[in-house]
Antibody
């Protein structure tokens, strides 16, 4: 079955970096773009952007430029989110989600289980 | 900040019908399709409705979606205890050139 499995929780100090992985299985990885979504504690969902799994070209949403980097390793069907210069406000659960397109419409299905990144000194 | 507005909460007794609204603008809901996601407590979001009113395989038919103008709605008929969750609408925004989520609605089964 189609599945996205993310790496485990991370506890980092302010100023450090973190790399979250999202391993896809059950489908051709390069046939579907991958998106990233952030959810701060007790808050709603926030779209971070997406990466073209064919070309590796990333697109970042407003507010997620500079410290956030999307990357791929297509040999292992895995997408990555790296966040540098971590701040306390980066504490959140980060989700990857495959986007499915049909007739000019797109939707996220499935989602990864989420990775909690906690930034604390 | 979210540009799609949802009521923060909705509730009903088992068997009742609950409706959640999602209000947007001409650049998002008015121009593009709406999807709905269900997030059960402590879990990842799950696709509930796509392309305004389509149910993925496995989603009970008590869930339905609709869209009119710059607003969309999710209806849950025959409310069940397992429907207690947060619900989010989402649509592409042509002005922002990005995806926007709704503010989210917490559904409580009384």
């Amino acid at each position: 079955q189609v599945q996205l499995v993310q790496s485990g929780s991370e506890l980092k100090k302010p100023g450090a970096s973190v790399k979250v992985s999202c391993k896809a299985s059950g489908y051709t990885f390069t046939s579907y773009a991958m998106n990233w979504v952030r959810q701060a504690p007790g808050q709603g969902l926030e779209w971070m952007g997406w990466i073209n799994t064919n070309t590796g070209n990333p697109t970042y949403a407003q507010g997620f430029t500079g410290r956030f980097v999307f990357s791929l390793d297509t040999s292992v069907s895995t997408a990555y989110l790296q966040i540098s210069s971590l701040k306390a406000e980066d504490t959140a659960v980060y989700y990857c989600a495959r986007v499915v397109y049909s007739s000019s419409s797109g939707w996220f299905d499935p989602w990864g289980q989420g990775t909690l990144v906690t930034v604390s000194s | 900040q979210s540009v799609l507005t949802q009521p923060p909460s909705a509730s009903g007794t088992p068997g009742q019908r609950v409706t959640i609204s999602c209000s947007g603008s001409s650049s998002n809901i008015g121009s593009n399709t709406v999807n709905w996601y269900q997030q059960l407590p402590g879990t990842a979001p799950k696709l509930l409705i796509y392309s305004n009113n389509q149910r993925p395989s496995g989603v009970p038919d008590r869930f339905s979606g609709s869209k009119s103008g710059t607003s969309a709605s999710l209806a849950i008929s025959g409310l069940q205890s397992e429907d207690e969750a947060d619900y989010y609408c989402a649509a592409w925004d042509d002005s922002l050139n990005g995806l926007v989520f709704g503010t989210g609605t917490k559904v409580t089964v009384l």
